[in-house]
């Protein structure tokens, strides 16, 4: 039979807990921890669109800025990851309409002058040192679209075992606080389970994305001043549950 425990102070006097009335009592007890690693990983986001008013120059142009952009930043970092993505082509209207066939109080149509044609490239790469000048060499062609940093999942993989041992230990040096208070010691304790799937890994937040802009044309020659980059660190954070026992 499981006994209920209550626990009241009045006038700062503690009413007494006997020892031997806790016997055969379930306590839960909660641990955590967080381990304050810094990020070692960034994602970024880059964009390039045209305008014209041929449907094929805009994308041949579109086609051959990305190409260009994706060689430069394979040329200062070889191993970061790229993948391309959202390739879009829409046409762009007047903003006066004509009357359809020449009548009047007919629905007037909007008038095609152009095509905007942009796609997307991300970018993941664990070289942070060359970072900065990764990026500003693609932004003599293409438009940073957003930056976000993390851990890689070889590091996150590498700080499992030290993230566990570090909930458990939270959680025992609670349950022998608790056990402490009731008046009893560890060796009358009798673990029963234990939970680890409050484990979390909490990511840093994306930085402020800038909404897409029509990029104007750009010679590779031109220089882009290096961007400065603080990657900050990923809270690593568990949560461990058990259920002990009172002999």
Do not use: H
Not at 148 to 177: C, H, P, V, W
């Amino acid at each position: 039979m499981k006994k209920v425990i209550g626990f009241m102070a009045v006038c700062s006097l503690a009413l007494p807990v006997y020892a031997q009335s806790l016997s055969g009592t379930v306590l839960t007890v909660g641990g955590n921890a967080d381990i304050r690693v810094e990020n070692d990983q960034a994602r970024l986001s880059f964009y390039l669109e045209e305008q014209d008013k041929d449907k094929a120059a805009a994308a041949s142009r579109l086609n051959q800025k990305m190409k260009a952009g994706t060689e430069l930043i394979k040329k200062e970092d070889p191993e970061a990851e790229l993948a391309t993505r959202n390739y879009y082509t829409y046409p762009v209207y007047s903003d006066e309409t004509q009357p359809v066939n020449g009548q009047l109080g007919q629905p007037k149509k909007r008038v095609i002058t152009g095509w905007r044609t942009g796609q997307y490239l991300d970018v993941k790469t664990l070289n942070l040192k060359q970072l900065p000048s990764t990026v500003a060499s693609a932004q003599k062609i293409l438009g940073l679209n957003g930056v976000q940093f993390g851990l890689s999942t070889q590091a996150a993989a590498k700080l499992e075992d030290a993230r566990i041992q570090a909930g458990y230990r939270n959680f025992t040096e609670k349950l022998a606080m608790v056990v402490k208070a009731m008046g009893k010691k560890m060796d009358d304790v009798q673990l029963e389970s234990v939970d680890f799937d409050g484990a979390g890994l909490e990511m840093a937040p994306m930085n402020a994305v800038a909404a897409p802009m029509m990029l104007k044309a750009a010679r590779v020659a031109d220089a882009v001043s290096e961007p400065s980059f603080e990657p900050g660190y990923t809270s690593l954070s568990i949560r461990v549950n058990g259920k002990v026992r009172l002999k």
